[in-house]
């Protein structure tokens, strides 16, 4: 199976500043169809997840621009340009290159 | 709007078994595989099961197969997941999701809970 190792797993941020999280997969999520299946996901808390970024970069309908989603082969990084309230939660990248599809440890946003 | 429905969870003794439904609504529930993800108290994210847009294709995690089976009626726009065999490690919300490869509509989930 595909090992997704997410760090932070806890980040404290100040509201307005910036935060990045990294995904790291244990081999190249590139798909032999030349696409690259990974995805981040934002779960608040008593919520399901939401999809926020597909196949790396994409950014999901109604998702806010200051999400960016960048990387390749085995590494890959979420960017929140300028964090508001709302974006507290639990962020999981997931690869779907491969079955069984694999989630990372999820990654802990909170507002200092 | 795209809504995903799920029911069927509640408590069972180890051993035994529950059928989950995943009422779709909202976009054309044949043209999309659909996944069931799980999510154990206080943990992360399990990918259990994916079934392709005419259920012709499944996919299961190694800590279900041969025990979970998922199943569609496209005619009904439902999903399913029969669960047999249940251990205390299935104790989780379940969640049905639109699409696999990058899940982009989940519904709010059904509570299964193994204990005797």
């Known amino acids: 199976d595909i090992v997704m190792t997410q760090t932070p797993l806890s980040s404290p941020v100040t509201l307005g500043q910036p935060a990045s999280i990294s995904c790291r997969s244990s081999q190249s999520l590139v798909h032999s169809d030349g696409n690259t299946y990974l995805s981040w996901l934002h779960q608040r808390p008593g919520q399901p997840p939401r999809l926020l970024i597909y196949?790396?970069?994409n950014r999901f309908s109604g998702v806010p621009d200051r999400f960016s989603g960048s990387g390749a082969g085995a590494d890959f990084t979420l960017k929140i340009s300028r964090v508001e309230a709302e974006d507290v939660g639990v962020y999981y990248c997931m690869q779907a290159t491969q079955f069984p599809y694999t989630f990372g440890q999820g990654t802990k946003l909170e507002i200092k | 709007e795209v809504q995903l429905l799920e029911s069927g969870g509640g408590l069972v003794q180890p051993g035994g078994s529950l059928r989950l439904s995943c009422a779709a609504s909202?976009?054309?529930?044949?043209?999309?595989?659909m996944s069931w993800v799980r999510q154990a108290p206080g943990k992360g994210l399990e990918c259990v099961s994916t079934i392709t847009s005419n259920g012709g294709g499944t996919y299961y995690a190694d800590s279900v197969k041969g025990r979970f089976t998922i199943s569609r009626d496209n005619s009904k726009s439902t999903l399913y997941l029969q669960v047999n065999s249940l251990r205390a490690e299935d104790t989780a919300v379940y969640y049905c999701?639109?699409?696999?490869?990058?899940?982009?509509?989940w519904g709010q989930g059904t509570l299964v809970t193994v204990s005797s």
């Open positions: 909202g976009f054309t529930f044949s043209s999309y595989a």
């Open positions: 999701a639109r699409g696999r490869l990058a899940p982009d509509y």
């Open positions: 196949k790396i970069s």
